[in-house]
């Protein structure tokens, strides 16, 4: 019989990692669904998009892997050319570093002690694992925690563009955290500050999404230089997000970018609005759900396989990757119901389709394997070795 | 190497089905958070009061696993007197043979090749695994390949309430499909019919509630009295759940309910009302998520660290268990946003609250395991051995 303890490092050491090469390659038309399929040929042009951009601006990519949850694509970015990763949560970090991923920040702060214990074993593996505070209280504990085990951990100041969530108050109380850091944490280094301005990435229209984001950042530029004229040096700006990826890179104040979805994209983020478009289309859809039509209980409706328990809620809805005319609709825990209006083709009981994701985070969270394909093959299949890992 | 075979069948050996006994038992609150939680006390008293329930009324329970995703929990129900189980999905149900559940209805309709074969694997090692079949398309099919293997099915013609998801329109269209099964399917059973309402589970109010529901099911009884009068018997009535339960005693039609919920609950149940109450409080929440407060950016407000990754965000919001005056929204992928009005007790960094889930299926369906306990104390993890099984 296990310990607790046992349990916990089993999670980690029976992990799927690498992934499952086919003995013979199967096409995307085999695959039980609903299934999650990535389009290789687009995944890569995105990847190579948005590591060109951010060279070209002289920013780092520090890529957020929250999102596809998978050490296998963060390796690529890395190889890419990526700084390094984020993750939301401990057990992500866990799992990125079983994966090989060795320079990772944490942006979400941790205040008690099986968490904070957590993150030092990781820091004891890693040098370059990092974590954001955001108050006094989380600090010192860290600090005090770290001592104990004779660690240094490398931390960034998380400020809150506003949003509530988390952060410290950008301008005179960051700069009294990061002063008590440098004071009274001895076991904590200060390496820069994160800003994640959320509650901009999905603003609609890119002019206005752009004003709204000068707005929210000018308090985090503002804080960086007060620091300075204290004396503190702030090497590391992290922020920002595919929503802002171009904002970013012609401001100039951030040394890294967050971003996660420009890799998959979804139904929420291409809705946005481009620079001078409609849509957001710098990056295209790689993710697809697919799914297949198993009951026609209506005229114009057809239902398939595919619910909330495999497409998430949280913004809106799937959209046919190919069918125009027909819009989905959640019918409960396993079921789409779609409505057609003119639909641009049939959709005949047993037909498989594959719809874009609403919002690829939670959505990706759903499945445990991802079926990477190109021209229609599978040649194998990636463990999402992070889902689930929200701890 | 494995062939895509081989990976499926891993799928179902590889599985974490028994319950993992701890060496040492430990407190809940030594939990990673986000963490799901059973109050056992709470869910044993709300099997038993639905078994009685069914019990006296002289009908079966069949329930709904789809809900826990757990052949632990569907053991524990079966041997309380459950007649069996029901499954949404072919995947589903695999779990639950593999953890030694015989009697199995798949509720959904499949119609595709490779589902239909794993359904017959199935029907080879259970003979009582059945399938509902709504369209000619399906049970043809169904029947040739069950020919193939020379084995028989179980089927349930299923009619649609007028949920346009899945079924056969109620009546004539029924009659024609029994008889063609009768006919047709010499690898097809008739063993009678599903109407399973789900428009009718969540309607507020008990008497509105009732109203709808026997304005809607009377279509089915209408339907099994034109079998019978065309010679057909019809052995099973399947359907009704958690918020029809006694509505379905009472009115003495079905010969099964598929209830689920009643295990768990939820807000979305909770607050549906019950017979001459404001609130449905017949069954207890028995399922709480426990989340940790990690920051506090504004005064009166408070960050937890579970976002819409650990809690479905289909139908509302998450609940204290036992604050008042704190309302709980949605802050992103790991974060829910605490508003604070006059709360009936302080929160402070590093707490650790319980929630009501909003909606327990899709809940449960982000989680791999469930920590149950007693006192505050948990002896025993269950892996949610199903969870992500939507195929």
């Known amino acids: 019989m296990p310990t607790f303890s046992d349990f916990q490092q089993a999670r980690i050491s029976d992990l799927q990692i690498e992934p499952i090469i086919l003995d013979e390659p199967i096409s995307i038309d085999q695959l039980p669904t609903p299934a999650l399929t990535i389009d290789l040929d687009i995944l890569d042009k995105n990847m190579l998009k948005m590591q060109s951009h951010v060279n070209a601006a002289g920013l780092g990519l520090r890529c957020h892997t929250k999102m596809h949850k998978s050490p296998i694509i963060a390796r690529k970015q890395i190889a890419a050319g990526a700084i390094g990763v984020c993750c939301a949560t401990i057990s992500e970090a866990e799992v990125m570093l079983a994966g090989g991923i060795t320079k990772i920040l944490i942006t979400s702060p941790v205040v008690t002690d099986d968490k904070i214990r957590r993150l030092l074993a990781l820091c004891q593996k890693s040098s370059e694992v990092e974590i954001v505070v955001d108050y006094i209280q989380g600090a010192d504990r860290i600090s005090a925690l770290a001592g104990e085990m004779n660690l240094n951990v490398g931390v960034l100041v998380d400020l809150d563009p506003g949003m509530g969530r988390t952060g410290i108050e950008p301008g005179q109380k960051a700069l009294e955290l990061v002063q008590h850091i440098g004071d009274a944490c001895p076991n904590l280094t200060f390496n820069g500050l994160q800003m994640y301005i959320g509650n901009c990435m999905h603003v609609h229209g890119f002019e206005k999404r752009r004003d709204k984001y000068l707005h929210l950042i000018s308090r985090g530029i503002e804080t960086k230089k007060l620091l300075e004229t204290n004396g503190i040096q702030v090497p590391v700006f992290s922020g920002g997000g595919t929503g802002t990826y171009n904002i970013d890179a012609q401001l100039g104040a951030l040394t890294d970018l967050q971003a996660g979805s ?130």
């Open 262 to 391: 420009y890799m998959f994209m979804d139904v929420e983020y291409r809705d946005i609005g481009g620079q001078g478009t409609e849509t957001f289309l710098d990056f295209e859809p790689s993710l697809f759900s697919l799914v297949t039509a198993i009951s026609k209980p209506q005229d114009r409706l057809i239902t398939v396989d595919a619910g909330i328990k495999c497409l998430a809620t949280d913004t809106g809805y799937p959209e046919f990757r190919d069918i125009e005319g027909a819009t989905y609709h959640f019918g409960g825990d396993e079921h789409g119901i779609i409505q057609l209006n003119n639909a641009s083709r049939e959709i005949n009981l047993g037909d498989r389709l594959s719809v874009i994701t609403p919002h690829c985070d939670p959505t990706v969270n759903l499945y445990d394997y991802y079926y990477p394909y190109r021209q229609g093959t599978v040649t194998e299949i990636w463990p999402i070795s992070a889902r689930g890992r929200s701890q």
